[in-house]
DNA sequence: GTCAGCTCACTGTCTAGTCG
DNA sequence: CGACTAGACAGTGAGCTGAC
């Protein structure tokens, strides 16, 4: 488990490269390059993680991003300047994460993801009852009897601790969203299905985005101590994995070939919004659920909000039984809920049977009359102005550098602290502008400025 | 008179926001 | 999402003040 301090982060990362040198003195791992792992005995910990990083991550086509549980920000890193020094270094940090996709910036987003060659499912068996005490081995001969490694088997299995991640290889993905958007949607289809097929061993059905970042073996599991390794790791064949075509897997799995946009072509089109109609749904219940859970003062909603929870739910997974489940659970959550009757009489009637609406967000924020400081909170249902100030923040946000300043900001601190040096140095304003090149109109401002800190 | 430092009007660039 | 723009702000330089 890490034991830096959240502040203390984005020096660490900045150090990360100059400790290799002294991890190497003190731990006595010769310097691997990440190409190399064979060539040295390195500890198993060390190995399964570059393993795992080189079967996700093996073309050098852009930025990984990294994270540690106990960190909000994440830092990147490309495989050029990967060794096993460094990946121990890493990994002996504490619960560290790593992202499926590679992105061609700094910035962990869908519109930056780059390309992708995994996906993951994600299969909490803990929340299963019946299932949450057995050990993960036994969890996979389980879903091995029940004929679910049958096409497509996963590549290979990690146990993270508390769950297992199955890991399906594909073949090297190109995702910009620019050029290759529809692998992003196919992508996610896929997964959907694959999560339908471990529906009941608990896969996440959150698991689709191509953004997602997952521990890494070699780790311990941040809330349960436990180590993630991968399963069977010794019976792999690590230069024969399984790897699968995006596509074709798609097609075996029943899924329809998305086409590119043709003019009002009706199957194209179901196809392709179909995964989009999903998350906005999906998200959508999420929205209503939280406003529902969080407001003191329900009585006045929760009708209309528990049914337009309903429908959104019923349109994002089309699971009657899960709807029924999860909607007396959010009703009991809600500050004064409905009695039990009432839930079936005036909601799942309706819904399971009625037709599908879509709805505006504007109708669901005035049924639901919700304000713009809620909005914060939410991740879909929001005014056109509340979306226009998230884009604002951001682009704010991305003006700015690691040190909070604009570049004019950050030119100026630069040269106070130049003057500031020169002048416990002993140098007169005079000296000063020659040094700088400022002017002394600058220097004398900056000089007044100084003395007044 | 010389020097160090200060003031203020001004310029050009950058940021933040609007519009289509 | 790019073009556009108002306003903010960093920086300049002429001219001023006061100490020596």
């Not at 970042?213 to 809330?223: A, R």
């Not at 749904?281 to 999420?286: D, E, F, G, I, K």
């Amino acid at each position: 488990m890490s034991n830096l301090a959240t502040d203390d982060f984005g020096l660490w990362v900045q150090q990360l490269n100059d400790e290799v040198e002294e991890v190497s003195k003190s731990t006595g791992v010769e310097y691997v390059s990440y190409d190399d792992i064979d060539a040295f005995k390195l500890d198993i910990r060390t190995e399964q993680a570059m393993k795992h990083l080189k079967a996700i991550h093996s073309a050098n086509d852009g930025n990984i991003a990294f994270c540690y549980q106990d960190f909000e920000k994440y830092f990147f890193d490309d495989t050029f300047s990967l060794s096993a020094n460094k990946i121990k270094n890493m990994i002996y940090r504490g619960s560290l994460h790593i992202s499926q996709s590679t992105f061609s910036g700094y910035r962990r987003l869908e519109q930056t993801a780059y390309s992708n060659s995994v996906i993951v499912i994600d299969v909490d068996f803990y929340n299963i009852s019946g299932l949450n005490e057995l050990p993960a081995m036994n969890i996979i001969e389980l879903m091995k009897m029940d004929g679910l490694f049958e096409y497509p088997a996963p590549s290979y299995w990690i146990s993270t601790g508390n769950g297992i991640s199955l890991v399906f290889l594909l073949e090297q993905l190109p995702v910009r969203a620019k050029f290759f958007g529809g692998n992003i949607n196919l992508r996610k289809l896929v997964i959907e299905k694959l999560n339908r097929r471990f529906m009941e061993y608990g896969s996440d059905f959150r698991t689709s985005d191509i953004t997602r970042v997952n521990k890494i073996p070699g780790t311990y599991n941040y809330k349960t101590g436990n180590m993630v390794e991968i399963l069977d790791y010794e019976y792999l064949d690590w230069n024969n994995l399984k790897r699968y075509n995006l596509r074709e897997l798609a097609e075996e799995l029943g899924i329809e070939r998305i086409t590119k946009k043709k003019k009002r072509n009706k199957s194209g089109r179901k196809v392709s919004n179909l995964f989009n109609m999903y998350t906005l749904n999906y998200y959508r219940a999420q929205d209503i659920k939280h406003i529902l859970t969080t407001r003191v003062d329900v009585e006045g909603v929760r009708e209309v909000g528990l049914f337009l929870y309903a429908i959104h739910h019923m349109n994002a997974f089309e699971d009657a039984d899960r709807l029924e489940e999860d909607i007396l659970l959010l009703n009991l959550s809600m500050a004064k809920p409905l009695q039990e009757k009432e839930v079936y009489k005036k909601i799942l009637k309706h819904v399971k049977k009625g037709r599908r609406y879509k709805f505006k967000n504007e109708t669901i924020i005035n049924w639901l009359g919700i304000q713009e400081a809620e909005m914060d909170d939410l991740k879909t249902i929001i005014s056109k102005d509340n979306r226009k100030n998230r884009q604002l923040k951001r682009e704010r946000a991305d003006r700015r550098n690691k040190n909070c300043l604009t570049s004019r900001e950050q030119a100026k601190a630069d040269n106070l602290n130049i003057i500031s040096a020169l002048l416990d140095e002993g140098y007169r304003q005079k000296d000063i502008v020659v040094e700088t090149g400022l002017s002394k109109g600058t220097v004398s401002k900056y000089t007044k400025e100084l003395r007044t800190l």
